[in-house]
């Protein structure tokens, strides 16, 4: 089983066709559930004043070193 905590790095393992594959998100907020884990992640570099926040899966994250 994989640890996730906030203020991690972290990328999509499969990211959607449109999007870009290297782009990275950093974890805001982690939220253990009875079933599965999901996190609120908010991506890094886009230069927005208010970055958007999204809650997925753990399972379609993977770490950055």
Same mark, same amino acid.
């Given at each position: 089983?994989?640890?996730?905590?906030? %203020?991690?790095?972290?990328?999509? /393992?499969?990211?959607? &066709?449109?999007?870009?594959?290297?782009?990275?998100?950093? +974890?805001?907020? =982690?939220?253990? %559930?009875?079933?599965?884990?999901? /996190?609120?992640?908010? &991506?890094?570099?886009?230069?927005?004043?208010?970055?958007? +926040?999204?809650? =997925?899966?753990?399972?379609?994250?993977?770490?950055?070193?």
């Amino acid at each position: 089983m994989t640890y996730f905590e906030a %203020g991690q790095k972290v990328k999509f /393992v499969k990211p959607y &066709p449109d999007e870009n594959p290297d782009q990275e998100y950093i +974890i805001v907020e =982690v939220k253990e %559930g009875i079933d599965d884990t999901r /996190v609120d992640i908010s &991506p890094l570099n886009l230069g927005l004043v208010y970055p958007p +926040i999204y809650t =997925v899966n753990t399972k379609d994250l993977a770490w950055i070193k």
